[in-house]
Nanobody, 115 residues
């Protein structure tokens, strides 16, 4: 049973930066990859990138070059570094992994980009 806990959200001005963290515990040896998603009010949940346990990352065009995902060597902490933030990046951000047929989600952390 994997538990995921996000932290690091907050209010930031346009153009600013924020680093989100995702702490993973319980069964972490089974984690093959970690996704980051976000969901803005009245919008569909959007994938913003992932990292494999080999360290390979992938991003959609909407955040490529601005967002960077990393992890620690023990695969217990995952990070989403967000730079050049825009008001449209405002959302609740979640980390997610899937093991077998079970999807694991954290509770989310709110990011608000506003002046």
């Amino acid at each position: 049973q994997v538990q995921l806990v996000e932290s690091g959200g907050g209010l930031v001005q346009p153009g600013g930066s924020l680093r989100l963290s995702c702490a993973a515990s319980g069964g972490i040896s089974n984690i093959g990859y970690m996704n980051w998603y976000r969901q803005a009010p009245e919008k569909e949940r959007e994938w913003v990138g992932d990292i494999t346990n080999g360290g390979k990352t992938n991003y959609p065009d909407s955040v490529k070059g601005r967002f960077t995902i990393s992890r620690d060597n023990a695969n217990t902490m995952y990070y989403l570094q967000m730079n050049s933030l825009k008001p449209e990046d405002t959302a609740v951000y979640y980390c997610n992994t899937k093991i077998g047929w079970v999807n694991y989600w954290g509770q989310g952390t709110q990011v608000t980009v506003s002046s």
